[in-house]
């Protein structure tokens, strides 16, 4: 069974900087990955799938990165609507989580 | 616009049972896998379980395997969950998603979207 790590559990980061999610997979899921951004009280809302290609509407500070089992979720220049809980997705598993939280 | 709204949460006792519905519009629901997400309180995404487009194909996580049974009325743009022998662990929001599949530069990829609101179920004494 393939497990999805995620890191850090939590980010802390000013508006207007960087910040990059790291997602792992116990095996080689080759690009077969989505991330989610979730925000308090909502549901998860695709903002990558396949590695790197952004969903409808997903604003371009938002990259994705990767293949086999390491991907980095990347978001330039973080505005106050970026600080959410991000996932990576894998056919029926999920990393545990990033929570991304103002410095 | 392509949207699933969820319903069929509520307070349930340990061993008891509750039915969630999902309702789907927009999109030709037939031709797609669905699946059920849940997230117990303050933790992460979990998988629950899966059927395909004619029900052919049903899938269970580990945790509800045996006690939980999903299905679908593609008349009625439905998808169901049947929760019996419910655990204090089962309290979460159930989320509702479609699942779609892609082929790019050569691989299969999935991915969930959209998702339903959530409806939460709580077993509680």
């Known amino acids: 069974e393939i497990v999805m790590t995620q890191s850090p559990a939590t980010l802390s980061v000013s508006p207007g900087e960087r910040a990059t999610l790291s997602c792992r997979a116990s095996?080689?899921?080759?690009?077969?990955l989505a991330w989610y951004q979730q925000k308090i009280g909502q549901a998860p809302r695709l903002l990558i799938y396949?590695?790197?290609t952004r969903a409808s509407g997903i604003p371009a500070r938002f990259s994705g990165n990767g293949s086999g089992t390491d991907f980095t979720l990347t978001i330039n220049s973080l505005q106050s609507e970026d600080f959410a809980v991000y996932h990576c997705?894998?056919?029926?598993?999920f990393g545990q989580g990033t929570k991304v939280e103002i410095k | 616009e392509e949207q699933l709204v969820e319903s069929g949460g509520g307070l349930v006792q340990p061993g008891g049972s509750l039915r969630l519905s999902c309702v789907a519009s927009?999109?030709?629901?037939?031709?797609?896998?669905m699946n059920w997400v849940r997230q117990a309180p303050g933790k992460g995404l979990e998988w629950v379980s899966s059927?395909?487009?004619?029900?052919?194909?049903?899938y269970y996580g580990d945790s509800v395997k045996g006690r939980f049974t999903i299905s679908r009325d593609n008349a009625k743009t439905s998808l169901f969950l049947q929760m019996d022998s419910l655990r204090v662990e089962d309290t979460a929001v159930y989320y509702c998603?479609?699942?779609?599949?892609?082929?790019?530069?050569?691989?299969?990829?999935?991915?969930?979207?959209?998702w339903g609101q959530g409806t939460l179920v709580t077993v509680s004494s």
């Open positions: 997705h894998h056919l029926y598993v």
């Open positions: 927009g999109f030709p629901f037939r031709s797609y896998t």
């Open positions: 059927i395909t487009s004619s029900s052919a194909y049903l």
């Open positions: 095996q080689s899921i080759s690009s077969n």
């Open positions: 396949g590695a790197s």
């Open positions: 998603a479609r699942d779609n599949v892609g082929r790019i530069r050569g691989v299969t990829h999935n991915w969930f979207d959209p």
